[in-house]
């Protein structure tokens, strides 16, 4: 996902703006006609590019410049060299924002790119109907029940409770009640000036995205953990997809939220993987490379250049092998168990040493930096060369230059995309324990991506 975040100065302001266009009742929506996918760009300043010759549609049928199949691969040894190769296909997208305003753009214009107008009467709609659905189901409530004094919310309240819900992720506090608490040392009153804390509560209570009707029970077929917020998931995709073209350098990672639910839940960057139309292909190819192959598919980020950082869970030779095929780059790290590699990384390595094999348009190094690491660290590239980059390292207050693969550098420079991201939403994230685990995943995923 391509995400912007604002900084920590501009939230204050943002709040007041949604507080005061409370009253607005139309935005102009942005549509798509594609979904996004969950990959993040890297922040990093791209490398130098290097020279490619015109675009060329490589064959999906021929495995004359792959290096023969995945069976039959083989690899030659090949020394270290400084000359850079001429690329068969170029990354030729304009990287940037798209089909947003003019700058300069306030906060509230940001927030309302995400948080169309369609979304807010959809959650509004959905939110009102389980509320009902919910007093009329339920038989035993008592009189003094809270829930009875409920009053459909309305589009203007549901931005009150968005804006709250952000500022709790600037000003944390043990429990929602506290917010409302008027004690000298938790006392905050602009919580107050917004909602009673009964109210804030019932509104969170009966959040929901989805029809229950529609969706399958537990043990049912058909059934998804995800259905319950998949609407914010596929809502987001589709928008981030349609105000953002991302750099070159993309890292494909999973990304976790805590909850202790027992449901069946997969991490997103793989589930779809799950889906019986590709039964057969994860037989053949695995679950990892059919989650890579959906999730490239899903953000339309093949055959366009694109240079791809995955680390070993991901990553396998025929994996690479079809992404070349598809004019799209990999870099990665890779198992020392998977099938395919040279036989030489097997062999014990001394301090220092490296070893390059090539097998078509797959180079794949061995290095083994240091003592403390038994085992030489393995990636495999298709856009990498046997080059070396020199860094600086300084220890006990001594500088020091060193030199290291550039393939090794340049996957430490691109890979950190979603670690990066995951601490930035960290940073102001507003989510509290709650039984219902897809209140979680639809807070974190949608509200503190935007």
């Not at 912007?4 to 266009?21: C, Q, T």
């Not at 600037?170 to 608490?181: A, E, F, N, V």
């Not at 094999?357 to 190094?365: A, D, H, N």
């Not at 393995?378 to 060193?402: A, F, K």
Request: hydrophobic fraction near 35%; glycine fraction near 4%; charged fraction near 20%.
């Amino acid at each position: 996902m391509a995400r912007r975040h604002v900084k920590a100065a501009d939230i204050p302001g943002l709040l007041e703006d949604v507080i005061s266009d409370f009253e607005l009742s139309d935005r102009e929506d942005f549509t798509s006609d594609s979904s996004g996918s969950d990959i993040s760009t890297s922040t990093s300043s791209p490398p130098p590019k290097r020279r490619c010759s015109s675009p060329v549609r490589i064959s999906e049928s021929s495995d004359i410049d792959l290096g023969g199949t995945a069976e039959s691969i083989h690899w030659d040894e090949v020394a270290e060299s400084n000359t850079q190769a001429q690329l068969p296909f170029c990354y030729t997208e304009t990287v940037g924002p798209k089909h947003i305003p003019s700058p300069p753009m306030t906060p509230i214009q940001y927030f309302y790119l995400f948080f169309t107008t369609s979304l807010l009467n959809s959650i509004v709609t959905q939110r009102n109907n389980y509320a009902r659905t919910f007093l009329q189901s339920q038989k035993n409530i008592s009189p003094h029940s809270q829930v009875l004094k409920w009053t459909d919310v309305t589009v203007t309240e549901l931005k009150g409770f968005i804006a709250c819900l952000l500022n709790m992720g600037i000003k944390r506090q043990p429990t929602i009640s506290s917010y409302w608490s008027v004690s000298p040392s938790l006392n905050n009153p602009w919580f107050r000036s917004m909602f009673s804390r009964n109210r804030f509560q019932l509104i969170l209570k009966f959040f929901h995205l989805v029809d229950n009707k529609n969706l399958a029970g537990p043990g049912q077929p058909g059934y998804d953990p995800c259905a319950k917020f998949q609407p914010l998931i596929d809502h987001a995709n589709a928008l981030f997809r349609h105000h953002y073209v991302p750099h070159q350098q993309l890292s494909v990672d999973e990304s976790l939220v805590g909850t202790k639910n027992h449901k069946q839940l997969l991490f997103f960057v793989y589930r779809e993987a799950k889906d019986v139309e590709n039964i057969t292909e994860r037989k053949k190819f695995g679950l990892a490379y059919t989650g890579v192959m959906k999730l490239l598919n899903m953000g339309n980020c093949l055959r366009k250049g694109y240079h791809i950082f995955m680390d070993n869970f991901f990553t396998s030779i025929p994996l690479a092998k079809e992404l070349y095929k598809l004019q799209t780059f990999v870099t990665s790290t890779v198992r020392r168990n998977r099938k395919y590699l040279p036989a030489a990384f097997g062999n014990k390595f001394q301090i220092g040493q490296k070893q390059y094999f090539r097998s078509g348009p797959i180079l794949t190094v061995a290095y083994r930096e240091k003592k403390s690491q038994r085992s030489p660290v393995l990636l495999l590239s298709t856009h990498g060369q046997t080059s070396e980059t020199e860094y600086t390292r300084v220890r006990h207050g001594n500088r020091e230059t060193l030199r290291k693969p550039q393939i090794i550098h340049s996957y430490n420079q691109f890979m950190g995309g979603i670690d990066t991201s995951d601490m930035m939403v960290y940073s102001y994230l507003s989510e509290r324990r709650t039984v219902k685990y897809w209140k979680k995943y639809a807070s974190v995923y949608f509200l503190e991506c935007c």
